[in-house]
C-alpha cells in the first residue's frame, strides 16, 4: 500500500513517522515537499529578536533517514484526487492513499504597500530578515497588525507585541516607543476567554495599544501610515504584519477546495475523494491553524492506516484537543489546553504564564525533533 504525502510540516512529518515506526520497511511511504528543511514557528520569532541563530532552528529534510519513508525534494506541479496522482518536478506519483498537508500560503503581495513600507514575519524568510532590521531599530511607534482571517498560529501576534516590548526595554528604547496591536478578532484568543483575559492584562501592564476587530487593509509607504479597513489611519515606523493567507495555488486547482480551503470529515480527516486525506492548515475541519492541530490530525490518519495495512478494526478518530504554548515575555510562557468539537464551543483550560513552561515549551520541540528526525 503505498502513501504519497504532501507537505513536510507538522503533519507530515507527524504521519511518516508514525507509519515508519508502525509498518517499517513495509510503510512504502513517499513524503514530498519543496523546502529544505523544517522550522517551528516559534523559532521564527527566536531568531528575529535575536534569542537564536537561523542556522540552529533549520531542521533539514535530508537528514530524514527512515525505514519505508522516501523524501522527495520537489515541487508539487499538480494533484489529481480521483486518480491519487501527482505530477512534480522529481516525476509523477501514484498512491493508494494520498494526505495533503501543504498548509497555508502566505501572500504579502496582496497587501498594497506591505513590502514597501513594511515586514511580514510569517514566513521563514521575512521572520529572519528582521533580525537585522530590529537589530538596527532605533525606537519609535511600532505596529503588529493582521491583514485577514484565518491565519495560522492565534497567539502569535500577541506574542510578537509582548516580545518586542521586552526588546526595546533590553536597548533602553521602550520609552520612547510605542507599541500598538491590531487584530481582527474581539480578543486575543477567542477560542480561550481566561488566556484572552491574562493577554490583555499583559499588554494594559505594558502600556501596549489594543485594536480588537480590525484589519489592516493596506500600507502608505509614502507616509508611513497603516489604512485600516474602517477608514481608519495609523502612523508608525516599524510595521510588523500577518500577511493574507489561501490554501496553495495546486491545491485549489485540483477541486479539492471549497469556498477556498479542504473540507473533511472532522472526526476521520476524509476528503469527498476515497483514499484521499487531508491534514492541517489547508482543511476547514474547525480548528484552529496550528501546528499542534495538524500533529493531532495526522495521528490519527496515521491510524487509520496502520489498522487497515494490518486488517485492524478502525481505530478512534480526532477528539479536537490541541496544547499551544504563549509567549508572554519576561522569559515567561503560558500553556492553552484547548478540545474543538464540531458544533460545540470549545472547552480547554489555560495555565498561567511561569518559567517553568518555559522548560516544557523546549521538551516538545526537542521531543518532537528526535521522534521525526533520528534514524
Not at 503533519?11 to 511511504?29: C, H, I, N, P, R
Request: proline content about 8%; aromatic content about 8%; glycine content about 10%.
Amino acid at each position: 500500500m503505498r502513501v504519497v504525502v504532501l507537505g513536510a510540516g507538522f503533519g507530515g512529518l507527524e504521519l511518516t513517522t508514525k507509519l515508519s515506526a508502525a509498518l517499517g520497511a513495509d510503510a512504502d511511504v513517499v513524503l514530498i515537499d519543496k523546502g529544505e528543511g523544517f522550522v517551528f514557528g516559534f523559532s521564527k520569532l527566536d531568531v528575529m529578536f535575536g534569542h537564536a541563530r537561523a542556522d540552529a532552528v533549520v531542521h533539514r529534510y535530508a537528514d530524514i533517514v527512515k525505514p519505508g519513508v522516501q523524501f522527495v525534494p520537489a515541487t508539487i506541479r499538480s494533484i489529481d484526487p480521483r486518480a491519487r496522482r501527482v505530477e512534480t518536478d522529481a516525476g509523477a506519483f501514484e498512491a493508494d492513499i494520498m494526505v495533503v498537508v501543504l498548509g497555508a500560503d502566505l501572500h504579502p503581495h496582496d497587501t498594497p504597500g506591505l513590502l514597501e513600507g513594511g515586514h511580514e514575519f510569517y514566513t521563514v524568510a521575512g521572520a529572519f530578515a528582521l533580525h537585522d532590521v530590529l537589530a538596527n531599530f532605533g525606537g519609535g511607534k511600532v505596529i503588529v497588525g493582521v491583514m485577514s482571517t484565518p491565519f495560522k498560529c492565534p497567539p502569535a501576534p500577541s506574542e510578537t507585541a509582548l516580545l518586542m516590548h521586552d526588546f526595546l526595554c533590553e536597548r533602553g528604547l521602550r520609552d520612547a516607543s510605542e507599541v500598538a496591536l491590531v487584530m481582527p478578532l474581539p480578543v486575543p484568543i477567542p477560542p480561550s476567554p481566561d488566556a484572552s483575559k491574562a493577554l490583555l492584562a499583559a499588554f494594559a501592564e505594558r502600556g501596549i495599544s489594543w485594536h480588537p476587530n480590525q484589519i489592516v487593509r493596506a500600507l502608505d509607504p509614502a507616509r508611513n501610515v497603516a489604512l485600516l479597513a474602517d477608514g481608519g489611519q495609523m502612523p508608525y515606523d516599524l510595521f510588523l504584519g500577518v500577511p493574507k493567507h489561501r490554501a496553495p495555488a495546486v491545491v485549489e486547482a485540483s477541486g479539492l477546495c471549497v469556498d477556498g480551503w479542504v473540507p473533511v470529515d472532522p472526526v476521520t480527516l476524509e476528503t469527498s475523494f476515497p483514499g484521499v486525506y487531508a491534514v492541517g492548515d489547508v482543511t476547514s475541519v474547525g480548528t484552529p491553524k496550528a501546528g499542534v492541530f495538524a500533529e493531532g490530525q495526522a495521528s490519527v490518519v496515521a491510524d487509520a492506516i496502520i489498522a487497515a495495512a494490518r486488517g485492524d478494526a478502525p481505530p478512534p478518530g480526532y477528539d479536537g484537543r490541541g496544547i499551544c504554548y504563549v509567549e508572554f515575555g519576561h522569559d515567561e510562557v503560558a500553556r492553552v489546553d484547548v478540545t474543538f468539537v464540531s458544533g460545540a464551543a470549545p472547552t480547554g483550560a489555560f495555565d498561567a504564564p511561569s518559567h517553568e513552561y518555559r522548560d516544557d515549551k523546549n521538551v516538545f520541540a526537542s521531543s518532537r525533533i528526535g521522534r521525526w528526525f533520528a534514524t
